[in-house]
Every structure is written in structure tokens, then in C-alpha cells.
């Protein structure tokens, strides 16, 4: 998108080539498709030089999203890469595969499915689109409830932890739909369910609950919220459900924690998204929404057309899209199997500890994230008087990691952590090594100056006069207001929003 360019776009600033110059002997413009072609040869290699700048995708710790499918899977992709999904008509196998995938979701999540009947749901670009239909669902419905009472129906909201990704963020403002945070606290980095619950109002349209938020990876306790939520309704005559944003831990829950009641086993629970592109185990660009049952899902929302063959129901926000992350993902779930699935989980979590324990052990760091959720790692520093989380994430660049560091979101501002996502292609070795290049970080890091800006120094050694004017010292020695200060500092250098951190 052009709006998050951030470089100057010179109308005639020149891409000069390297290796390519064997084939062409001008400069490219940058900003401007060029007059002329060039052989094949030449614009792969301009192409190639340039992408060696980008990072090492397995290297890429801030990510939760997959980087390694096997060589058959490889293939598969690439065969069907030409197949537009929406053609259902001209591509009915494709279409078929995306059925079955949400069938085996909906009774990996316990849906109410009848031996025959149909689950209810479809494939997505990722988790963003499918909590915007699972939204516009609850949003709808709502609305007719209300109309239908003769109640007004212009002011519905919705409630979250303030942990929540950005795209809920951006459901709320493109539907003019009101976003109720819960607001977080030191040591509690999730939603709490009774706070959430007492926002709940007759205009809310459903509470959003996080199974393995983007910070820590920790589950939020949908069975409690569930519960709580039941009360309510049963006390005001309301009929608030809930809605279980599994981006990441949906493919996690079911293998390790079977037990674990955070789906359509609880009532309330009417529709779950995840993120196939997660801990699915599949490439970027694939997500998936499934409802209870017909009747959670506003048949008004669903359009159906027939220029393309034959008559085609279709519920997205999007039209075309590649079919291969639904083959893909179709691979995956045969291939692996439960057992398989569980096996991979239990791996990353084994790697997970490696990686906390070897941190543990260095004495300089917090861990923030939980046993019991998605294997992340989060940690912040205990001491930040010389300097910061920000600071060795600038510095594990060196050694090419990609490892984020940030701050919580209200009212927690003032910790700031590191966080590494343990994927698939995360190995033991991996763990081990980026504890030795942590080490070696902190040790380069204790023997340099401060690198902290006046203002942020000044709070821990700030001269104040007393009223009387004789110039007495008062030194503030309040390890969490130095914190604070030099986080709203970063944040100032940032100027971007923290929460969605992906």
C-alpha cells in the first residue's frame, strides 16, 4: 500500500543494477514503469538483489505466522497457484476440499454437527477477514433483535480485552461499531471475564474472548466468561454471546489441552475463528471462521451468484483469492493427522522451555508468558536504568534475529517485553543459540554508556528546588517512573499502535 511507504518517491530516482548489467546497461526508474522491456533473465536477477535485503524468514521470531511446509506440499501449491477459489463452478474438487476442512474444524471444535448435516463456515485471508464476517454476523443479528423488540439498533458495541489484535480495531471503526476495552494490569495481561462481563450492556452485540493473545500467548478463561455471562443474561433477559478469537491457539487447544472447555462445548460460544496460516501450519494468506449452527449466521449476509456456472452461495469480504491455502491446508490435515498436529505442538512447547530456561538462568529477565497457551516466549527486563528491551531487540538484528520488543497496552504501559514466537521451524539448537547471542548482547550492552536521552535520565537523578530556593537535591529513585519515562519515550519514537503486534 502506498500509504506505509516511507521512502522519498523521486519521479527520477534510479534503481541501478548489478549483476543484471549483463543483460541491460541502463538504470530502472523506480517510481515509474520503464519505457522498454528486458529479458526475463535480467528482471530476475534486479528482483533477486533486491529481496537479499529482506530478513531470514525462519530467523523472524516476531511472527506467528508458518515459513516451512514440506517439498510435496510445495508442489501442490505451485500446481494449483493459476485457480481462482471463486470459480466453484470451474474448480468444483477445490471447492470440495474447502468443505471438508470446515467440517473436520467444526468437530475439532466441538461443534453441535449431526452425522448429516453440514457444517456452517468458510475460508478466509487470514483471521483479519474472518473475525470481520464473524462481526458483521453478530452485529446483524443484534440489530434485528432490536428492531424486532422496537428497541433503537444505531449504537452497538462490542467487547474485548485491550490485548486484542488490531483487526479488531478496525472491525469496530469500518462498521461504526463501539469497542469496549477491558484495561489490563501489571502481572494480568488478558481480559478479565467478570470486568468484561460488567461492561456488557443491552447494546452489546458479544463479548470477544482471546484463546492465545498476541502479547503472551495466554488463554483467556472462555469457560468462566461463559459462565458469568450465562448469569447475566438469565438476570437482565438479554442474549449476549461470545465469540472466541483462536488465531493462534485453535490449532493448539484440541492437541494439548483436550480438556481445556473454550469452545462450542459452552453455549454462549456461537462462532470461532483461527488462522490456518498459524499454528495450521500453512502459508501465509489462509484463515478460517466457523459457526455453531445456521442459525448464527444471518442468511442476509450471504450472497448468491450465477454468472460464473451455476448458482454460488458466497460469504467473504473478498471475491477473487488463490485456492492453494485451502489445498494446502487440506494437506496439512491429512498429512498430520491428530497425532501428528499433537506431536508438532508438543515440540514447540518443548522448545518454548528451552528457550525460558535458558533465560531464566542469565538472572536479568522476567518471564511474562504462561505454561498453558501458545509457545511464546514474552520477558522483560528486570533492570532498565542502563538500558532497554529496545536495545537488544536493535541488537539481536546483528546476529539476524528478528525478536519485537513493546509495550503493553493500557493500563500496563509501563512493561516493556521482548517476545519470540516459537514455530514449527524453531528448533532446539535454534533456542540454544539465541540464549548464547542474548548473552552476549547484555554483556556488550553493560559495558556502555547509557544510551537513554536527558529527559529520560533526569528521572532517575532529577535536581529539584525546594520552596524556600536553596537549592537542595532531591533525587527520585523510583525504579517503575524511570520505566515509564523512557517508555513513553520509545513510544513517542515508534508512533505506532503496540497491540497488534503480530
Known amino acids: 500500500m502506498v500509504v506505509t511507504a516511507t521512502s522519498i518517491t523521486e519521479s527520477e530516482e534510479c534503481l541501478h543494477c548489478t549483476f543484471a548489467s549483463r543483460y541491460v546497461q541502463e538504470s530502472l526508474p523506480k517510481f515509474k514503469i520503464p519505457n522498454n522491456s528486458m529479458p526475463k533473465e535480467a528482471a530476475y536477477q534486479i528482483v533477486n538483489d533486491e529481496l537479499m535485503l529482506d ?11 508458518s515459513t516451512w511446509m514440506e517439498p510435496e506440499c510445495d ?6 497457484i493459476n485457480k481462482n477459489y471463486v470459480d466453484m463452478d470451474e474448480y468444483p474438487v ?10 473436520m474444524l467444526a468437530h475439532l471444535f466441538h461443534a453441535p454437527v449431526g452425522d448429516n448435516e453440514t457444517a456452517v463456515g468458510v475460508s478466509t485471508v487470514g483471521s483479519s477477514e474472518a473475525i470481520m464476517l464473524a462481526g458483521l454476523a453478530f452485529k446483524r443479528k443484534w440489530q434485528a433483535r432490536r428492531k424486532a423488540e422496537g428497541k433503537p439498533f444505531d449504537k452497538p458495541n462490542i467487547v474485548t480485552g485491550a490485548n486484542v489484535q488490531v483487526c479488531w ?10 469497542l469496549k476495552e477491558v484495561k489490563l494490569k501489571e502481572g494480568y495481561y488478558v481480559m478479565d471475564p467478570a470486568k468484561a462481563v460488567e461492561m456488557v450492556d443491552e447494546n452489546t452485540i458479544c463479548i470477544a474472548a482471546i484463546l492465545g493473545s498476541t502479547l503472551t500467548g495466554e488463554f483467556e478463561d472462555v469457560k468462566l466468561l461463559n459462565e458469568l455471562l450465562t448469569k447475566k443474561n438469565k438476570e437482565t433477559g438479554w442474549d449476549t454471546p461470545i465469540h472466541v478469537d483462536a488465531a493462534s491457539g485453535g490449532f493448539i487447544a484440541p492437541f494439548l489441552w483436550p480438556d481445556l472447555e473454550w469452545d462450542f462445548r459452552l453455549p454462549l460460544v456461537k462462532s470461532i475463528n483461527v488462522s490456518g496460516h498459524k499454528y ?5 494468506g489462509v484463515g ?11 442468511n442476509e449476509l450471504v450472497f448468491h451468484i450465477n454468472y460464473l456456472g451455476s448458482d454460488q452461495p458466497t460469504f467473504t469480504l473478498n471475491f477473487s483469492k488463490g485456492s492453494y491455502q485451502i489445498i494446502a491446508q487440506y494437506y496439512q490435515l491429512i498429512r498430520l493427522g491428530f497425532e501428528g498436529y499433537k506431536g508438532i505442538m508438543e515440540n514447540c512447547v518443548a522448545n518454548a522451555k528451552v528457550l525460558t530456561d535458558g533465560i531464566t538462568k542469565m538472572g536479568r529477565f522476567d518471564i511474562v508468558s504462561k505454561d498453558v497457551g501458545v509457545p511464546v516466549v514474552a520477558f522483560s527486563l528486570r533492570d532498565s536504568s542502563k538500558y532497554t528491551v529496545f536495545d537488544v531487540s536493535e541488537h539481536l538484528r546483528r546476529f539476524g534475529w528478528i525478536v519485537p520488543a513493546y509495550t503493553m497496552p493500557p ?3 509501563h512493561i516493556a517485553v521482548l517476545r519470540v514466537v516459537i514455530r514449527e521451524d524453531f528448533s532446539h539448537s535454534l533456542a540454544e543459540r539465541l540464549v548464547s547471542d542474548i548473552e552476549k548482547i547484555l554483556t556488550e550492552l553493560d559495558t556502555q554508556p547509557p544510551r537513554l536521552p536527558t529527559k529520560a535520565v533526569r528521572v532517575t537523578a532529577e535536581e529539584v528546588q525546594n520552596d524556600k530556593g536553596d537549592g537542595l537535591h532531591q533525587f527520585h529513585t523510583d525504579i517503575v517512573e524511570t520505566q515509564k519515562d523512557i517508555i513513553k519515550h520509545w513510544r513517542r519514537i515508534a508512533g505506532k499502535k503496540t497491540s497488534g503486534v503480530c
Open 55 to 65: 530478513g531470514n524468514p525462519r530467523l523472524n521470531l516476531a511472527s506467528f505466522v
Open 75 to 80: 508442489k501442490l501449491i505451485m500446481s494449483s
Open 94 to 103: 477445490t471447492t470440495e476440499l474447502q468443505n471438508r476442512c470446515v467440517n
Open 169 to 178: 480495531e478496525k472491525f469496530a471503526r469500518y462498521f461504526e461499531v463501539e
Open 280 to 284: 495450521g501450519l500453512v502459508y501465509a
Open 288 to 298: 478460517w471462521v466457523i459457526w455453531r449452527s445456521k442459525e448464527d449466521l444471518p
Open 411 to 413: 493500563d500496563a504501559e
